[in-house]
């Protein structure tokens, strides 16, 4: 299932809104919102084929826990679309310093060789 697809209904949203906060129960789901616990089973299944929930059994009851990391298309479609930079990972940029050093070095020494070969020719 596609998580676009699982976050196009209000309850599936409603649910996910709710298990932000923490682990809940089917039945603890369905007091919360005006729909039956059969109808938040399915909602469950349509969000855990999406990998945007977990359930895991305890004893005789199922607990659901939301997994953030599946959200992670829906972040990078909306940085997309807002037109925001993504954010650079700190070890990139750590790179690109080590790089830049790298580079700056090297066209001294070119500097110095040439002026170098200069001398020698105008001494010569």
């Known amino acids: ?18 298990l932000a906060e923490g682990s809940a129960r089917v039945v603890d789901l369905a007091a919360e919102h005006d729909i039956s616990r059969p109808a938040v089973s399915r909602h469950l299944r349509v969000l855990g084929d999406a990998g945007l929930v977990a359930g895991v059994t305890q004893g005789r009851e199922r607990h659901y826990t939301l997994v953030p990391s599946a959200l992670e298309p829906v972040a990078a479609l909306l940085e997309e679309l807002s037109g925001r930079t993504p954010r650079i990972p700190e070890h990139v940029l750590d790179g690109l310093d080590l790089e830049v050093r790298r580079t700056t070095r090297e066209r001294a020494a070119d500097r110095h060789a040439q002026r170098a070969r200069t001398e020698r020719k105008d001494a010569g």
């Open 1 to 18: 299932m596609d998580v676009f697809i699982a976050l196009g209904d209000p309850v599936r949203r409603a649910l996910l809104r709710r």
